[in-house]
Structure formats: structure tokens, C-alpha cells
């Protein structure tokens, strides 16, 4: 196949070894690829929306993950295909940029590669199809943003932030208590917001599980919690007012860089270099007590004879800290993160209000809380849970209503959910479908179509019939010219989704709709694969 | 449901140890099921998916049969389970307990993963009731099963279930003792629950003396949880009788030669403290010599080093000295000389605990002997159990710990007796923090079970199957426990609802003499706190599998063969 003469009549080889390759071409490679993302689509499709269904992933060391959020879902299904490759990475992107809605991006690009197929049977060309696709993401971008609205919200007013991370809760196994966890995700988001430049720092929320306890034990804490124990079993267990120093060098003698050796030949030497340790432990542990510190923590370990000198000089330590909690602690507490003990200053050490150790249940395990820090903007979300499977899922929940809280305060533009956005985008494409001339028309009437798949999986997987429902949905938005009217998939008794207060942000929407199209663009324009065929 | 194999592989094909549940999964498992085979493959070779039907078959599967394999243990008449390890030597331990067996399980089930995953929190949390919270667990799943069969949506169970849990919680709360402010009542409320946890295990037939110890030491915690102060030395010999609580601290450790075996008034330091070599720790430095009288020099420095480290010590007034690293031949006989008690190598959790009790501190370094606090106590002494010797530290100053010696025929017996011993602990330390007692013998569940049946006679809806469900899957705890002991379950369940129909009343069964009998008067309790903990989790736990409809199985991490 990949065979060509030159002008003298000689074969030469195009492509390497190509009786050990596989290759599909033209209108067979559209369709195998389209299948590919079909068949991923297909996964996800169950778990859309808050009645949607979870999945066990079993990881190759037989670990077990329960969840629904598709990023997850997607990026521990260990894929070797390489066109359900870029559906996961598809879903990664929404994750990274939005951080929610990563199971509806999938589901929608599974659509759009439905509709093509089939226009690609009618003969139409898939770069056209691409462009029509193109021109009707577009449409349905700005009337998103026509239907969308602005609403207000303050750091007194928390109830509409926290009206939207429970849209987004509800979805997940935690929506037995979403309200509290809600809130809990609004006041850490608000609590490292930055209002004025609208900008907020998620690196600042440190989320912490430990298993026992039951989900409502869930709590916030204005700063930080280690996984740490005071060096020393006798040492204080709570010091209110801490002056904190954090430091990076170990409680040891120093290492020098340059290879020496200090060679020992007479007792005299043997003397001083006993004393001069002695003395290096000594003076360690009084700099500290000289710059008026009440609490040391250190990256490294130290020696015991160090551990009992801090205990004997009244100054409780914390050692094996890692260097992203010494990071989150030295942010929290103002303090600077020591590598020496010369430049210790009192000015470098960072204060926190209480700083308490806490046990857990009948397992020695402990935890250190540093609460009411001098820079009160990083917060810890601390997780409890029945098992280990529900603290990691809570985790993942809890960091898609972080993202969608933030993303509000970033744009406060919402459109409703429920899939009423998705039906009125479906109308008013399938409405500009007609203007345009040329085949570009059938594509974005296709594009309409796959609109639609979105609320037609919330209907199925709520247990409704799908096409009576959405036929009823589309009719009723457009008898009575409202956008509001979504998919009623609690049971609630209305279609409004206003009144249910279900909402989503607008670049959270309008991100969905583009990524998909790209891919989607980008799936069609493929028309030849050569892959290594299997062994 | 049947062939449950754990054992008899070798060790690096340790992903082969699968749980064969049934041979009609078996086949489901395979990785040639995909359904899209015809078109493309999408997951990685090996790897496996299951969607709907078949998924939730497997998991339901997979749940009932752990179920069902520990369901035996629960109860006072439940069985043992005889583990042996994969590892080498084949060792054998014989347990009744439920997180123990689950724990030794090498399963590939992912739902019985969740169920052996609740059990160990349930062990973390508040140390007993882990057979229970696994039955329950399976015993929902076992009903939503039959719901799903009778086409009614996991997700209309799952709501059900929550509404039934929440009932149920509510019903138990409001029939709970707490005797809180009445002292001596709350003691015997304690005994009631010890002996009820101990009545399940090997320890019943001494179980009054077992709760007497238990209770003791909790009590002298004195409403901490932190039961390291609590120390259980296993002895074999005598009889499981001749166990005792011994209020002074026992350190399984030898006293030196040619120092005093009985020192009264006791001035102990503890330390931890380089007693062998003590090197100079500044990096880089070693010993070069040219000549042996620079050596013998060296030698005699080191010596002195050492000497004056001991000479400190001494100078702190003390009589014994107790260190957790090693104490060399030199120094010991330095001590001797001075007679003085040194005992070396001492474990960490030993040196902690000998600190907490004699209020001493760790002290590592000794130049400034007036700030060290020492601990004291007023007698130490060899003493022989069995045939170890063994010091005893008595007359202690703080009185917060306490050392249980056990003493039984063999280490399966001891190991056994231990597990019991600190499940009991555990409850009771729990209990003293939340004081809130219920009966036992199937008490709680009846009550739950009628309150959860009323909330279903009043729900609209197909919710109200999933209610009914949950109570029925309430009554099979009382049901296993008859059927465990070998006692006629139909017969006495139904006896039982229908005594519960009367308000106020306090049947449960007593399986001693086979009949339903009054709680109260038996002196059947159990913490309010460890019934609460396994209802919410088995609720969660049997919820988490039914929302479940796809599982992905990855394929296997490929191991070299280490043959």
C-alpha cells in the first residue's frame, strides 16, 4: 500500500516495515474512531447528573476506587486506544479549567460523533460537517450567554454560592449532607477569595480525610492540620499564642558540602570535638529560645539528644514535616521558612493563636491542628467518613464545589441547569440552522440533536421516559419563551429550574460546549491510521 | 455460593488469589466480555468491564458471600475461624473476630473490599460490633437485591434506606440509658457492657473476671481513651483464671547482674540515651592513629567519656536507671558498682509508658540534673510468672496505668484473649466518653426494626419496599444470633416481634437458656455509641455498592517471576 516508484521505475519503501502495521483510511477510519469515542461516551453516560450511577475502578494493584466524577473515572480506566485517549484527555481539560462538569463534556462529545456518523453515511464531507459543527458551537455560545444571568452575592450573602455547590453535590454519594458540605466549600472559598481582583487561590484550601467518624463530623478549620505528633510524648499538647520557627535544617551537627575528614589522633582532639558537639546542640536549641520561639517545627528529624534538650528548655518541637505543609504553615503563620539556625529572627517567626494536638478514635493516631494563624486565609477542609472509598470520592466532590464556587466569584454569570440550558442552546440552533446555505445546514441541525442528548441522558437515568420528556420540556420552553425549564430529576414537581434553584456557572457551560467541539473537530479531521499492529 | 479459596498460592502470584465466589461470575469476570469487541478495543488487554445487570450481580455476589462467611462468628454461641497465613512459617491464628478475619482475607471482590474496608474503620473507631456492621452491610444488600430483581431503581432504594436509618437512629436515641450522673449504676452499666462483649469470645467462661479487669483499668483512665497506659503482657502457663490486673507497671525486661534486686522508694530516671559507644556525631570525623599507646589513649578517653556520662547520671540521685537503647558491659558495671538498678533496651512504647506512670520525663542528655523530673515509686522488685522474671514497679505515683497480665494454655489462646481484652477496652473507653447505653441480645435491632416498619406503613411510594426491607435486614441480626446457637430462629424472632409490640419492653433473646428473655434483668447492654457506628456504616457502606453500575478492572500489574 505504502509503496511508490520513483521516475526511473524503482519501488521505494514509504513506510518502514508496513507489513507489521495496521492501517485504516478514509471513511473507516472516521467510523473506528468515531466508535472509540462513542464507546467512552457510553461509560460516562450513566453518571450523568444526580441520579447518575457510580463505578468501580479496580486499579492494576487492586485498588478500589468508587466514584462517578468522570475525570476520574476516565483517568484511572487505563484506555489504550488512542482516540478514547483524547476523550480523556478532554474530560482532564474541563477538569483542570473548570473543574466540574467533566462527565457532561464527554457525553456531549459522544453525541456530536453520533450526529457525524451519521451525516458521514449521507456522503457529507467531514471538514464540512467540522466547520458546521464550528459555526453552531458558536451560536450556542452567545446564546448562552444571551440567556444567563448575573447574581449577586457578598460575604454576608452566601446563599446563592451555596445554592450552586449543592447543584454540583448532588450529583455525588455526599448529597445526604451536600448543604453542609456546601457550605463548608463556600465559606473556604470566600475565606481565600480575593474579592476585589476576583482571583482565588485554591492552593490555600488544603483538603485532609481521615477515615472514622461519619460525614457529618466533616468540619472546616481556620488553618492548617498536620498528620504530626510532638517529638517528644511529654511534651505540651496545646500552646495558645505560638511563635512559630520553621525550619529546614536538621537538629544536627553541620554537613558540610566539600568532602573532609576530620581526623581524631590525640585525646586532646577527642575532647574538644566531644564539647564542641555539645556545644552545637546547645546553641541550636538556645537560638531558638533567643528569638523567642514557643514552638519549633523542622523538615528533618532530630536527634534525641536534642529532642530531650527542646523538652528540657520548654520548647516543643515537630519534626519529619513535609515541605508542602512547612510551605502551607509558613503562609498561614506570616512566618519564613529558616534554613540556618544563624538567620533566625524573631521578625521570621509565624504566629498562630492555638495550636493543638488531637487524637482519634481507639488507634494512636494523631493530628496536629494550627488554628487562628496571623494570615487567617489558608483553610483546611477536614474529612470524616465511613470508609476509605467515601473520604477519597468526598474529596473529589468537595474539590468540584470548590471549583465551581471559585469560578463564580471569578464570573457571577450562571445559566440553569437541569439541562435547560442545553434545550434552550438546541432551539435557538436548531433556529439558525435554516439561514445558513450549503451543507454546513445539516451539520448544525445535527449539532441541535446532540444538544438534546444531554437532558435526555439526565431523563433516562432519573427513570424517565426520555423522548416524552424532552419533547414535553422543548415545547413548554418554547409555549412560554423560557429558558428556565429543565429536566425534574428529584421528582420535585417542577419544571422551573429557577425555582428549584438548580444552577451552573456560565463559563463552566460554555467551556463544555467548546471543548466538545474541538475534539470532536479534531476526531473528524482524522482520516488515515497507522498503528503497530498487535504482535 | 461456595469454594472459598484464601490460601495455597505462592506468594508472587499474589493477584491470583482470588475470591471464587461462584462459578456464574467466575465467567462474568473474564476479560474476553466486551461488548464493543466487534468494533474497537478501548481498554488495555486483560482489563475487564462490567455494566449493569452484571456489575451489580457481582458486587451483590461478592458482599453477600463475605456476609456469609463471617456471619457464624456473630453472637455469643458464634464460631471461630481458623486463618493461616500465606507467609512463611504458615502460622495459624484462631479468631472470632470479625475485622481480624476480614483483615487476613486476600480478596479481589471490589465490593467485599468496601465491606473488609468499613469493618477495620469500624475496629478504629470504637473497637467492637465489626462482625455486626459487615452482617448488616450484607444483609441490605441482600434484600436490595431481591428489590432489584422486583425492577425497582437502586436509586429509590438508596433513598429509602437513608429515610429507614435515620428512623431508626431516632428510635434508639430515644430508648437510650445514660446514667452519667449516677456513679455507682454507671459502673455497673460498664460491667454489663463488658461482659457482653466478652460473652461473644473466647474469654466467656471467665467472662465476669475478665469485665472486672477491663472495667478496672478503663476506669483508672479516668475518661481518657488513650489505652496504651493500659498494658497486656501475654504469659503462657496456668490457666486464662490466673490472669490479673496489676496496678503497679510490669516491664518484661531482667535486672543487671550484681545489681540489687528490691529497691524501695524508688528515684527512677528514664532516659533514652546512647549507652554503648557514644560516638562523636560531627559529620566527617574518624579515629587516625600512628602508634598503639595513641590507641590505648584513645581508648582510655572514650572510657572517660563514658565514665563521666554515668558519673552525671548518678549525680541526678537516683536509684534506678532505665534506658531505651542498649547499656554496654562498662557503663553496667559502673552502675553496679554504684548499685544502682539499670535496666537496658527497654521498648519505646515501655519507656513511654513507664514515664506516664512514674512521672519521670525522657531525658537524653544529663547536664543539668536539678530541672530533670525523676519518676518515683515505692517498690521494684524481680518477680516470677511462670517461669520469666519479670520487674515490677509498684506503688507508682500517677495511677492513670496499668498492667493486665494474661495467662492461658497456648499463644493462640493468649493472642485470642488479647483481641477480646482490647475490644472490650476499646468499648468501654468509648463508653466512658459517651455514657449512653442500650440493651443487647437483639434488643436494639427489634426496636429499630418496629420503628422502621411503622415509617414504611406511612411512606407513599415505592421508597416504602426499600423501609420494609431495612427492618427485615434489622431482624436478621437477632436471627443470625439464634441460628448461631443452634436455637429454633423462626420460632423466637417471631416470639420476639411479638413481645416488642408492647410498649416499653425489654426482650431480647437469651441464649443461654433458648428463650426470649427480659434484657434489663439479665444484664445484656451495649454501647449506645457502637450501635450508632454500625448502622451508619453499613448504611453508607450498602449504599456506596448500590450506586454502583459499571465496574472497570484494570489489568493486573505484571510481576516478574522471582522463581
Known amino acids: 500500500m505504502a509503496l511508490a516508484f520513483d521516475e526511473y521505475g524503482r519501488p521505494f519503501i514509504i513506510l518502514k516495515e508496513q507489513d507489521q502495521k495496521t492501517r485504516l483510511r478514509g471513511i473507516d477510519a472516521q467510523k473506528a474512531n468515531i466508535s472509540a469515542g462513542k464507546a467512552v461516551a457510553r461509560i460516562l453516560r450513566t453518571s450523568l447528573g444526580p441520579k447518575g450511577m457510580d463505578k468501580i475502578l479496580q486499579s492494576p494493584d487492586g485498588d478500589v476506587t468508587i466514584t462517578n466524577d468522570g475525570a476520574t473515572i476516565l483517568e484511572q480506566m487505563d484506555v489504550d486506544n488512542q482516540i478514547a485517549k483524547l476523550m480523556v484527555e478532554l474530560s482532564r481539560s474541563q477538569d483542570y479549567e473548570i473543574g466540574d462538569g467533566t462527565t457532561g463534556v464527554v457525553v456531549m462529545a459522544g453525541a456530536l460523533l453520533e450526529q457525524a456518523e451519521r451525516l458521514l453515511e449521507r456522503g457529507i464531507h467531514p471538514i464540512r460537517i467540522a466547520e458546521g459543527y464550528e459555526m453552531a458551537s458558536r451560536i450556542a455560545v452567545e446564546h448562552l450567554e444571551h440567556i444567563s444571568q448575573k447574581f449577586d452575592f457578598g460575604a454576608s450573602n452566601i446563599e446563592p454560592l451555596v445554592q450552586t455547590c449543592m447543584t454540583t453535590l448532588s450529583s455525588k454519594i455526599v448529597n445526604r449532607c451536600k448543604r453542609h458540605l456546601a457550605e463548608i466549600s463556600v465559606k473556604a472559598v470566600l475565606s481565600v477569595a480575593d474579592l476585589e481582583r476576583k482571583d482565588v487561590n485554591l492552593d490555600m484550601i488544603k483538603v485532609e480525610g481521615k477515615v472514622g467518624g461519619k460525614l457529618e463530623d466533616t468540619e472546616l478549620i481556620y488553618g492548617i492540620t498536620v498528620d504530626k505528633d510532638m517529638s517528644h510524648p511529654q511534651m505540651p499538647k496545646q500552646i495558645e499564642d505560638a511563635k512559630i520557627a520553621i525550619l529546614t535544617c536538621p537538629f544536627e551537627p553541620p554537613k558540610p558540602k566539600t568532602k573532609h575528614k576530620v581526623d581524631i589522633d590525640t585525646v586532646e582532639k577527642f575532647q574538644t570535638l566531644r564539647l564542641q558537639e555539645q556545644k552545637y546542640f546547645d546553641d541550636m536549641v538556645q537560638k531558638c529560645k533567643d528569638v523567642g520561639a514557643t514552638l519549633v517545627i523542622c523538615q528533618w528529624g532530630f536527634d534525641d539528644e536534642a529532642n530531650h534538650l527542646l523538652m528540657h528548655r520548654n520548647l516543643p518541637a515537630v519534626r519529619w514535616v513535609g515541605g508542602v505543609e512547612l510551605e502551607l504553615i509558613a503562609i498561614a503563620t506570616g512566618g519564613r521558612i529558616v534554613p540556618r539556625f544563624q538567620e533566625l529572627t524573631p521578625e521570621k517567626l509565624g504566629r498562630a493563636g492555638l495550636v493543638r494536638e488531637k487524637s482519634f478514635g481507639t488507634t494512636k493516631d494523631k493530628m496536629l491542628y494550627i488554628e487562628h494563624c496571623a494570615n487567617s486565609r489558608a483553610v483546611t477542609i477536614f474529612i470524616r467518613g465511613g470508609n476509605k472509598m467515601m473520604i477519597e470520592e468526598t474529596k473529589r466532590s468537595i474539590h468540584d464545589a470548590l471549583c465551581v464556587a471559585r469560578n463564580l466569584i471569578r464570573n457571577n454569570s450562571i445559566v440553569y441547569g437541569g439541562g435547560s440550558a442545553e434545550i434552550s442552546c438546541s432551539i435557538a440552533v436548531e433556529a439558525a440552522a435554516d439561514k445558513y446555505p450549503g451543507v454546513e445546514q445539516y451539520a448544525i441541525r445535527a449539532f441541535a440533536d446532540a444538544l438534546d442528548s444531554v437532558p435526555m441522558a439526565l431523563a433516562e437515568n432519573s427513570g424517565l421516559q426520555p423522548i416524552e420528556t424532552l419533547s414535553a420540556v422543548k415545547s413548554q420552553q418554547i409555549k412560554d419563551n423560557n429558558p428556565h425549564y429543565g429536566i425534574d430529576c428529584n421528582d420535585v414537581g417542577t419544571n422551573d429550574m429557577r425555582e428549584q434553584d438548580v444552577f451552573e456557572t456560565l463559563i463552566g457551560k460554555q467551556q463544555q460546549i467548546l471543548l466538545a467541539t474541538q475534539v470532536v473537530k479534531m476526531i473528524l479531521k482524522i482520516d488515515d491510521v497507522i498503528s503497530p499492529s498487535d504482535y | ?563
Not at chain 2, 318 to 326: A, K, P, S
Not at chain 2, 329 to 344: C, K, Q, R, S, T
Not at chain 2, 423 to 441: E, F, I, P
Request: glycine share 8%; charged share 30%; with cysteine.
Open chain 2, 1 to 563: 455460593l461456595s469454594g472459598i479459596r484464601i490460601s495455597d498460592f505462592p506468594k508472587h502470584r499474589a493477584y491470583d488469589q482470588v475470591f471464587f465466589l461462584c462459578t456464574k461470575t467466575q465467567s462474568y469476570s473474564r476479560p474476553s466480555y466486551f461488548p464493543w469487541r466487534c468494533i474497537e478495543k478501548i481498554l488495555k488487554d486483560d482489563a475487564s468491564e462490567e455494566k449493569g445487570e452484571r456489575a451489580r450481580m457481582a458486587s451483590f455476589v461478592g458482599a453477600i458471600a463475605i456476609t456469609d462467611l463471617v456471619k457464624t462468628t456473630l453472637g455469643p454461641k458464634g464460631m471461630d475461624k481458623i486463618l493461616q497465613s500465606t507467609g512463611r512459617g504458615h502460622e495459624v491464628t484462631v479468631t472470632n473476630d470479625g475485622a481480624t478475619i476480614l483483615k487476613s482475607l486476600h480478596i479481589d471482590n471490589p465490593a467485599a473490599k468496601v465491606l473488609i474496608d468499613i469493618s477495620k474503620v469500624q475496629d478504629d473507631e470504637v473497637g467492637d460490633g465489626t462482625t455486626s456492621v459487615v452482617v448488616l452491610a450484607g444483609e441490605l444488600l441482600r434484600e436490595a437485591e431481591k428489590l432489584v430483581a422486583a425492577k425497582i431503581h437502586p436509586m429509590t432504594i438508596i433513598s429509602g434506606y437513608r429515610m429507614a436509618a435515620e428512623c431508626a437512629r431516632n428510635a434508639l436515641l430515644q430508648r437510650v440509658v445514660d446514667n452519667k450522673e449516677n456513679a455507682e449504676k454507671f459502673k455497673s452499666d460498664l460491667m454489663k457492657i463488658a461482659m457482653t462483649t466478652l460473652s461473644s469470645k473466647i474469654l466467656s467462661q471467665d467472662k465476669e473476671h475478665f469485665a472486672q479487669l477491663a472495667v478496672d483499668a478503663v476506669m483508672r483512665l479516668k475518661g481518657s481513651t488513650n489505652l496504651e497506659a493500659i498494658q497486656i503482657i501475654k504469659k503462657p502457663g496456668g490457666s486464662l483464671k490466673d490472669s490479673f490486673l496489676d496496678e503497679g507497671f510490669i516491664l518484661d525486661k531482667k535486672i543487671g547482674l550484681g545489681q540489687p534486686k528490691r529497691i524501695e522508694n524508688a528515684k527512677i530516671l528514664v532516659a533514652n540515651t546512647a549507652m554503648d559507644t557514644d560516638k562523636v556525631k560531627i559529620y566527617g570525623a574518624r579515629v587516625r592513629v600512628d602508634s598503639m599507646s595513641k590507641v590505648a589513649e584513645i581508648e582510655g578517653a572514650e572510657k572517660e567519656k563514658m565514665r563521666e556520662k554515668v558519673k552525671k547520671i548518678l549525680g541526678h540521685g537516683i536509684n534506678c536507671f532505665v534506658n531505651r537503647q542498649l547499656i554496654y558491659n562498662f557503663p553496667e558495671e559502673l552502675f553496679a558498682d554504684a548499685g544502682i538498678l539499670a535496666i537496658e533496651h527497654a521498648d519505646f512504647d515501655g519507656i513511654e509508658r513507664l514515664a506516664l506512670v512514674t512521672g519521670g520525663e525522657i531525658a537524653s542528655t544529663f547536664d543539668n540534673p536539678e530541672s530533670v523530673k525523676l519518676g518515683h515509686c515505692k517498690l521494684i522488685e524481680e518477680i516470677m510468672i511462670g517461669e520469666d522474671k519479670l520487674i515490677h514497679f509498684s506503688g507508682v505515683e500517677m495511677g492513670q496505668a496499668c498492667t493486665i497480665v494474661l495467662r492461658g494454655a497456648s499463644h493462640h489462646v493468649l493472642d485470642e484473649a488479647e483481641r477480646s481484652l482490647h475490644d472490650a477496652l476499646c468499648v468501654l473507653s468509648q463508653t466512658v466518653n459517651d455514657t449512653r447505653v442500650l440493651l443487647g441480645g437483639g434488643w436494639p435491632e427489634m426496636v429499630m426494626a418496629k420503628e422502621v416498619d411503622e415509617l414504611a406503613r406511612k411512606t407513599p411510594g415505592k421508597k416504602s419496599h426499600a423501609i420494609e426491607a431495612f427492618s427485615r435486614a434489622l431482624v436478621a441480626i437477632p436471627t443470625i444470633i439464634a441460628d448461631n446457637a443452634g436455637l429454633d430462629s423462626a420460632d423466637l424472632v417471631a416470639k420476639l416481634r411479638a413481645e416488642h409490640h408492647k410498649e416499653g419492653c425489654n426482650a431480647g433473646i437469651d441464649v443461654i437458656s433458648g428463650s426470649v428473655g427480659d434484657m434489663a434483668e439479665l444484664g445484656i447492654s451495649e454501647a449506645f455509641k457502637v450501635k450508632q457506628a454500625v448502622l451508619l456504616s453499613a448504611t453508607e457502606a450498602a449504599e456506596m455498592i448500590l450506586r454502583v453500575d459499571e465496574i472497570i478492572t484494570c489489568a493486573p500489574r505484571k510481576r516478574e517471576d522471582r522463581m
